[in-house]
């Protein structure tokens, strides 16, 4: 099948600056692709070169197999869901809506009826007359979505649209979102900061970094197999332990080991809180590294205990079940599939 | 105790009103004398027989502000003919230079008024354009060019460039997104540049002095000749009648101009 969007080898100047290098990115049909990263790693300006907002210095751009690269952004028939939503004030939501339709040529009818349908669709039924200012910031960001799905345009771009929100509403409309998505069967590109985010809504997502992608895979690929140590504590594995490698294998501080696929030397360890365990010692371990440490520091956030721990001179998270007294020797337990090693030279 | 406190601002606020008021309640008197002679505090007679004077059809005052209204409406449209572009390509196009330009419509209000008028006259005279409407039109528009393109190009750099963008994105030209979006949001702040240049026409008088007179009689030069012949009541009232348009438009000024465009003019 033919795909939605081809992105090869794409490079975006600031200036001097190259902000993108080289970028590669096939969205298929009905594929939802989420950009990921932090901020300034160039996953906005990916967004925009697509809508034809930043020119591209090098590479192509198609959509649906037309060449859009140079293409002025009125033509290459993408609709975009901005950040600040940029509804236009001075319209009616039913005016912002209309807006792309009554510029194809429908009739006003046709228009008027194709509004009130969407605007059932996001749950905005009666406020069509009302103007953006009247609005809350979850409304208004349905609107600059109705206004961009109004047109069924080929390809969705997002920008970061929920940043704005609150966390609850934020919530609920990253599920509403995925729904609509899938009953309407868009594609769509998602640019977002949001790990979490990304992860629900996405089929596939690309981590960026410093205008490369890092990653790129299904969600489930990046949690379980983080190409590198960027990636791992960008998606969460925010403890970092030093280990060494040897013999295709690394050891555990206190016993355990893991095989890994590194040159013999300097390695880092990385894992996350909720998937690291607290062991009384002298209780026999399961598979997977143990480190000898210190209880410094017990909270409860709910559901279990997070135990900061201190070994060889770190201090790590982990999740416990039970409740170790602070300043107590305890054992922690990384199992093999929550261990991501990669060499020390590695950045 | 509190009353130490208050009488300082009270009386600061009656100087105020003072200096903004006297000189209108000093008009209003001189309007309505009949006869006022040194040195006397008021005057000695009351009426309207001025008033009646100059709004008589054939009394020039009302020829005047007819054509004084005409000429500031067409100097607006001049002006602004030029200012809208200029201030859209000032705040939206990446010029370059963009301050240095800037700088240049401001640069005609650097230098005194007078040489500038005496040879802008010496270059109409050779022209025919001394004492034709379209002489004054043209030097009004060239004086209110400054104010329209600082105030329009603020109004323009107001408008988010997300807003066009998205007007780009749904399928709309450069020139209809500029129509449906730019020109409507800016909108009030460029009222509020024409209200200013249609003001700043209406009571002219230096140019329209050196350019018109004698042929152009706008209402300020009548009200010149009738102070200059020491008709104070003829001037008097002149003066209140150019005060109308001010007081109206400054009104409306107020409910158009968003604080946040005024704040960004010079930007």
């Not at chain 1, 919530?171 to 998602?190: D, K, M, P, V």
């Not at chain 2, 000024?253 to 604080?259: E, G, K, P, Y």
Request: hydrophobic content about 55%; proline content about 6%; overall charge positive.
């Amino acid at each position: 099948m033919q795909s939605a969007l081809t992105v090869e080898g794409v490079c975006v100047d600031y200036g001097a600056s190259r902000v993108l290098r080289q970028i590669n990115l096939t969205v298929k049909k009905s594929e939802f692709v989420a950009l990921l990263g932090a901020s300034g790693c160039g996953k906005t300006t990916l967004l925009r070169a697509i809508a034809g907002f930043v020119p591209v210095a090098q590479g192509r751009i198609g959509v649906e197999g037309r060449d859009i690269t140079h293409a002025p952004p009125e033509a290459r028939g993408n609709a975009m869901v901005f950040q600040s939503y940029a509804l236009w004030p001075h319209m009616t939501v039913a005016r912002n809506i209309g807006y792309g339709l009554k510029l194809r040529g429908w009739a006003k009818a046709r228009i008027a009826a194709r509004v009130v349908e969407l605007l059932a669709l996001l749950r905005l039924d009666g406020l069509g007359d009302r103007l953006p200012a009247q609005l809350s910031g979850g409304q208004r960001q349905r609107v600059a979505l109705g206004r961009a799905l109004a047109v069924e345009p080929p390809l969705l771009l997002l920008d970061e649209p929920m940043s704005n929100l609150d966390a609850r509403v934020r919530e609920t409309l990253r599920h509403e979102l995925r729904a609509l998505q899938r009953q309407l069967g868009i594609t769509a590109i998602h640019v977002t900061h949001d790990r979490e985010e990304a992860m629900t809504l996405a089929d596939r997502i690309l981590l960026l970094r410093d205008g490369v992608i890092a990653q790129e895979g299904p969600p489930e690929a990046l949690w379980s197999r983080p190409a590198s140590a960027y990636v791992a504590d960008f998606l969460g594995a925010t403890n970092e332990l030093a280990v060494q490698a040897g013999g295709g294998a690394v050891r555990g501080g206190a016993g355990g080991a893991v095989a890994v696929a590194l040159p013999d030397g300097p390695a880092r360890l990385l894992f996350r809180p909720q998937e690291a365990t607290v062991l009384p010692v002298g209780e026999a371990p399961p598979p997977g590294l143990v480190f000898e440490g210190v209880a410094r520091q017990v909270t409860y956030p709910g559901g279990g205990f997070r135990v900061a721990i201190e070994t060889s001179g770190r201090q790590v998270l982990a999740d416990s079940a039970w409740s170790p007294a602070e300043g107590s020797a305890v054992r922690l337990l990384v199992p093999p599939a929550a261990a991501h090693v990669f060499a020390a030279t590695q950045t | 105790m509190s009353a130490w406190r208050w009488l300082p601002r009270i009386l600061l606020l009656v100087l105020f009103a003072g200096f903004i008021f006297g000189p209108v309640a000093n008009l209003l008197l001189w309007s309505v004398a009949e006869s006022w002679y040194w040195p006397n505090r008021l005057p000695s007679q009351y009426g309207f027989r001025y008033w009646e004077r100059v709004f008589r059809p054939e009394g020039q005052a009302m020829e005047s502000l007819g054509l004084s209204i005409w000429i500031a409406a067409l100097a607006t449209l001049a002006c602004m003919a030029v200012a809208i572009p200029a201030a859209w390509a000032l705040a939206r196009a990446r010029l370059p230079m963009r301050g240095l330009i800037l700088l240049l419509f401001l640069l005609p209000q650097a230098f005194p008024n007078m040489p500038v008028y005496i040879n802008i006259a010496r270059v109409f005279f050779s022209l025919g354009l001394n004492g034709t409407v379209l002489g004054v039109v043209l030097v009004h528009a060239a004086h209110g060019l400054v104010y329209a393109v600082w105030i329009a190009a603020a109004a323009f750099a107001a408008v988010e460039d997300d807003a066009v963008l998205a007007a780009r994105n749904m399928g709309a030209g450069a020139l209809t997104a500029f129509r449906t979006v730019t020109l409507p949001l800016a909108a009030p702040g460029i009222a509020a540049s024409a209200i200013f240049v249609f003001l700043e026409s209406l009571d002219e008088f230096t140019a329209s002095f050196f350019v018109g007179a004698p042929d152009v009689r706008t209402l300020p030069l009548l009200l010149y000749s009738a102070a200059a012949g020491g008709n104070m009541q003829v001037a008097a009232i002149t003066a209140l009648i150019l005060l109308v348009p001010s007081i109206v438009f400054m009104a409306v000024v107020q409910r158009f101009l968003r604080a946040d465009v005024l704040a960004g003019v010079g930007k």
